[in-house]
T-cell receptor, first 119, second 114 residues
Framework: AQTVTQSQPEMSVQEAETVTLSCTYD???????LFWYKQPPSRQMILVIR??????QNATENRFSVNFQKAAKSFSLKISDSQLGDAAMYFC????????????????FGTGTLLAVQP | NAGVTQTPKFRVLKTGQSMTLLCAQD?????MYWYRQDPGMGLRLIHY???????AKGEVPDGYNVSRLKKQNFLLGLESAAPSQTSVYFC?????????????FGPGTRLTVL
């Protein structure tokens, strides 16, 4: 079974600085997707960025980028120029790409990293 | 286009009471999911559905039942609520296959069982 591990329960960053959140995963599959979701105090789950495992190029979305190391099974999130609005819980998630029914579409989540942004 | 909506947003139950959470999506997604979120444990899949009239168990299905009578709605039922079911419940939906690699989440329902 696949697992996702976030080893940093809490992180803190100064406004305008850069922070990196860590995520490792375990799988025997070669084709899958990885995601970072943001959950602010409103509880809404917001997709931040996604990566397809077969793509070697790291995904970027404005101030958010990932460092995807497939061999090491590592998927870290870098937030540049941190803003107060970035303060939230961040979840790393895995999804198989196997095309066998809805079960393979399920997301497997890590336990989250709570990010605080200091003014 | 409201996306994924959940009703109610908050609910307090007494042990043994029953209730139904409603999830609705207007994106014509085939797949729908119910997750629960507990402190320190991330989100875990309760039940899911790959289409109208079909449901299946996820990782933590005990104590819950689901139904999907219409494509746009996915109901989660608690027949006899227990304090261990105190949690935040999220519904999500997606397309099938590779087009469905992104799941869209509702705003969540905070349930407290006393």
């Amino acid at each position: 079974a696949q697992t996702v591990t976030q080893s940093q329960p809490e992180m803190s960053v100064q406004e305008a600085e850069t922070v990196t959140l860590s995520c490792t995963y375990d799988t025997s599959e070669s084709d899958y997707y990885l995601f970072w979701y943001k959950q602010p105090p409103s509880r809404q789950m917001i997709l931040v960025i996604r990566q397809e495992a077969y793509k070697q190029q790291n995904a970027t979305e404005n101030r958010f980028s990932v460092n995807f190391q497939k061999a090491a099974k590592s998927f870290s999130l870098k937030i540049s120029d941190s803003q107060l609005g970035d303060a939230a819980m961040y979840f790393c998630a895995y999804r198989s790409a196997a095309e066998v029914g809805g079960a393979t579409n399920k997301l497997i989540f890590g336990t989250g990293t709570l990010l605080a942004v200091q003014p | 286009n409201a996306g994924v909506t959940q009703t109610p947003k908050f609910r307090v139950l007494k042990t043994g009471q029953s209730m139904t959470l409603l999830c609705a999506q207007d994106m014509n997604h085939e797949y729908m999911y119910w997750y629960r979120q507990d402190p320190g444990m991330g989100l875990r899949l309760i039940h899911y559905s790959v289409g109208e009239g079909t449901t299946a168990k996820g990782e933590v299905p005990d104590g819950y039942n689901v139904s999907r009578l219409k494509k746009q709605n996915f109901l989660l039922g608690l027949e006899s609520a227990a304090p261990s079911q105190t949690s935040v419940y999220f519904c999500a939906s997606s397309y099938s296959g590779r087009r469905g690699w992104t799941q869209y989440f509702g705003p969540g329902t905070r349930l407290t069982v006393l």
